[in-house]
């Protein structure tokens, strides 16, 4: 045999696997106290590396060594600015510009009055509007801060910009940008009285509201009183406060409700707390736990808004159905073909409406198939538009003939009719053959099937078949370069017993039907 020789398809394949494997982390590096850059001053620059192997590179340090602000990558390959929890990689705030630049390629940070991201082409991608500065600097809290020397009150901070994350002590307002999921699904909003979750869909046009909580002290019928704002507490509480001034008071502020945490009780302070918005729409509250002896640390939850899994949105994907157990919900599909799960859900999730603009001038609706299921609910019903004293079937029609309806769950019970005005999400089970749903599927064209698995699953998929195919193709030709060195081989054996002149000329008649060897 001869000495084997590296296939080059077969070196390509592996190379895949390993980087399709490969995990992505956060290397903020180890800096002396003396190397913190803890202000940026008029003219300062920096560039992003393009392709960094590092997810993070830190430009500014707060002066306790905690919090660091600087290019972060989101994803595989996009570019972001954020201030980020240095011993937990976690990013608590993003710029979240409209357009992200892009990892593999250069970037530039300029500080001159304002914070400016420009990408590779020199376009803007994120800035401070409106905005003079002399100085730029992290604080302990994690507030990024714009300054004027002679000015007390900073000129823009991000503290006043969140995006799906709260700290201590920064206020909440109903005047503050909402707190967007990172998948920007979804988004904590403040009312008058009350603080909402919402789903938010076509672009944030429609935002149904699933949870809600009202200040039990606010007075909602008072027109002049201002607006409730919130604020995390070290103390392990996040409260809803309104000014005291209002209720003629000399000022300050008058607090109207308290979330508790679990740790309050437990009267845990000296802990840095978070509070996040996730990708699953659940508002979640956490403390840092510093490791000891070389451990890392850890977020430990001590709050979440909605505690039953079946009572989030999406639980269970686009066209899915959660089914309440004693010891773990599951999930199923609303037309019962298949199981679900949020990773593969049961339809795609949808990003229009079925409304299209008709040659009138007025819309119709775009074809769409229907699903019906009996025993199925809404857990957020409450926060549905709905009408009463209604038949299944007047509630179903009162869906069908409506473009920006996508679904109607009717309860014979009691006669209420609740209408979807957006797309189908997860659903409920409930034991009750008199709850019925009726479902919207938008129509695909003729030829064409519906995906059931996510983009990340079909991504996957679609890697590992790439993978599968490069591995199949490099031992075909790895076959096929033995099969043939063994053809060459037996032909030259071949050669030597051909025939010739003399006394072997006869030796191919020789063959007969009895001879073994033919």
């Given at each position: 045999?001869?000495?084997?020789?590296?296939?080059?398809?077969?070196?390509?394949?592996?190379?895949?696997l390993?980087?399709?494997?490969?995990?992505?982390?956060?290397?903020?590096?180890?800096?002396?106290?003396?190397?913190?850059?803890?202000?940026?001053?008029?003219?300062?620059?920096?560039?992003?590396?393009?392709?960094?192997?590092?997810?993070?590179?830190?430009?500014?340090?707060?002066?306790?060594?905690?919090?660091?602000?600087?290019?972060?990558?989101?994803?595989?390959?996009?570019?972001?600015?954020?201030?980020?929890?240095?011993?937990?990689?976690?990013?608590?705030w993003?710029?979240?510009?409209?357009?992200?630049?892009?990892?593999?390629?250069?970037?530039?940070?300029?500080?001159?009055?304002?914070?400016?991201?420009?990408?590779?082409?020199?376009?803007?991608?994120?800035?401070?509007?409106?905005?003079?500065g002399?100085?730029?600097?992290?604080?302990?809290?994690?507030?990024l801060?714009?300054?004027?020397?002679?000015?007390?009150?900073?000129?823009?901070?991000?503290?006043?910009?969140?995006?799906?994350?709260?700290?201590?002590?920064?206020?909440?307002?109903?005047?503050?940008?909402?707190?967007?999921?990172?998948?920007?699904r979804?988004?904590?909003?403040?009312?008058?009285?009350?603080?909402?979750?919402?789903?938010?869909?076509?672009?944030?046009?429609?935002?149904?509201?699933?949870?809600?909580?009202?200040?039990?002290?606010?007075?909602?019928?008072?027109?002049?009183?201002?607006?409730?704002?919130?604020?995390?507490?070290?103390?392990?509480?996040?409260?809803?406060?309104?000014?005291?001034?209002?209720?003629?008071?000399?000022?300050?502020?008058?607090?109207?409700?308290?979330?508790?945490?679990?740790?309050?009780?437990?009267?845990?302070?000296?802990?840095?707390?978070?509070?996040?918005?996730?990708?699953?729409?659940?508002?979640?509250?956490?403390?840092?736990?510093?490791?000891?002896?070389?451990?890392?640390?850890?977020?430990?939850?001590?709050?979440?808004?909605?505690?039953d899994?079946?009572?989030?949105p999406?639980s269970?994907?686009?066209?899915?159905?959660?089914?309440?157990?004693?010891?773990?919900?599951?999930?199923?599909c609303?037309?019962?073909?298949?199981?679900?799960?949020?990773?593969?859900?049961?339809?795609?999730?949808?990003?229009?409406?079925?409304c299209?603009?008709?040659?009138?001038?007025?819309?119709?609706q775009?074809?769409?198939?229907?699903?019906?299921?009996?025993?199925?609910?809404?857990?957020?019903?409450?926060?549905?538009?709905?009408?009463?004293?209604?038949?299944?079937?007047?509630?179903?029609?009162?869906?069908?003939?409506?473009?920006?309806?996508w679904?109607?769950?009717?309860?014979?019970?009691?006669?209420?009719?609740?209408?979807?005005?957006?797309?189908?999400?997860?659903?409920?089970?409930?034991?009750?053959?008199?709850?019925?749903?009726?479902?919207?599927?938008?129509?695909?064209?003729?030829?064409?099937?519906?995906?059931?698995?996510?983009?990340?699953?079909?991504?996957?998929?679609?890697?590992?078949?790439?993978?599968?195919?490069?591995?199949?193709?490099?031992?075909?030709?790895?076959?096929?370069?033995?099969?043939?060195?063994?053809?060459?081989?037996?032909?030259?054996?071949?050669?030597?017993?051909?025939?010739?002149?003399?006394?072997?000329?006869?030796l191919?008649?020789?063959?007969?039907?009895?001879?073994?060897?033919?």
């Amino acid at each position: 045999m001869g000495r084997y020789k590296s296939d080059p398809a077969i070196a390509v394949a592996i190379a895949v696997l390993c980087v399709a494997s490969s995990a992505l982390t956060v290397a903020v590096g180890a800096k002396g106290e003396a190397e913190l850059t803890t202000q940026l001053l008029n003219g300062f620059t920096a560039t992003h590396t393009a392709g960094a192997t590092a997810a993070f590179e830190p430009v500014l340090y707060a002066p306790n060594g905690v919090f660091a602000f600087g290019f972060l990558r989101v994803g595989s390959g996009s570019l972001d600015l954020a201030v980020v929890h240095l011993p937990s990689s976690f990013p608590l705030w993003r710029a979240t510009p409209a357009r992200l630049g892009d990892w593999s390629r250069p970037a530039t940070l300029t500080f001159d009055s304002n914070l400016v991201l420009a990408g590779h082409d020199g376009g803007v991608l994120w800035q401070t509007l409106d905005t003079i500065g002399d100085v730029a600097v992290l604080l302990n809290s994690s507030n990024l801060v714009l300054r004027r020397y002679a000015k007390p009150v900073p000129a823009w901070q991000s503290f006043d910009n969140p995006s799906d994350t709260l700290v201590v002590d920064q206020n909440f307002t109903a005047s503050s940008p909402p707190l967007i999921s990172g998948n920007r699904r979804f988004a904590l909003r403040l009312g008058k009285t009350f603080m909402a979750l919402h789903m938010e869909f076509y672009g944030g046009r429609t935002v149904p509201v699933y949870w809600r909580h009202t200040a039990l002290e606010a007075q909602p019928q008072n027109a002049t009183e201002p607006s409730v704002y919130g604020r995390l507490d070290a103390r392990g509480f996040f409260g809803l406060y309104v000014a005291a001034a209002a209720a003629g008071g000399v000022g300050g502020e008058e607090k109207v409700d308290v979330l508790s945490f679990d740790t309050f009780v437990q009267n845990l302070t000296g802990v840095f707390r978070r509070m996040t918005v996730e990708d699953d729409g659940n508002l979640h509250a956490y403390y840092w736990a510093a490791g000891g002896g070389g451990d890392k640390g850890e977020w430990v939850s001590d709050y979440r808004a909605i505690a039953d899994r079946c009572d989030l949105p999406t639980s269970c994907g686009a066209y899915g159905l959660c089914v309440p157990g004693a010891a773990a919900a599951q999930c199923r599909c609303l037309d019962n073909s298949t199981s679900a799960s949020a990773s593969a859900p049961c339809g795609a999730e949808e990003t229009a409406d079925l409304c299209a603009a008709a040659g009138d001038g007025n819309q119709q609706q775009v074809e769409f198939d229907v699903v019906r299921q009996a025993r199925v609910s809404v857990a957020y019903k409450e926060e549905l538009p709905s009408e009463t004293n209604t038949t299944a079937e007047e509630c179903e029609a009162a869906c069908a003939g409506n473009c920006s309806c996508w679904g109607a769950v009717h309860n014979g019970g009691s006669g209420y009719c609740y209408l979807m005005d957006f797309p189908v999400e997860t659903m409920v089970y409930e034991a009750d053959d008199r709850k019925v749903g009726y479902f919207k599927v938008r129509r695909l064209p003729a030829g064409t099937k519906r995906a059931r698995m996510s983009p990340g699953v079909t991504a996957a998929t679609a890697v590992l078949s790439l993978v599968l195919v490069g591995l199949a193709a490099a031992g075909a030709c790895s076959g096929y370069r033995m099969w043939e060195r063994r053809r060459r081989k037996r032909a030259g054996m071949e050669q030597e017993l051909v025939p010739g002149p003399g006394p072997y000329k006869g030796l191919k008649s020789m063959g007969s039907s009895s001879n073994s060897f033919k």
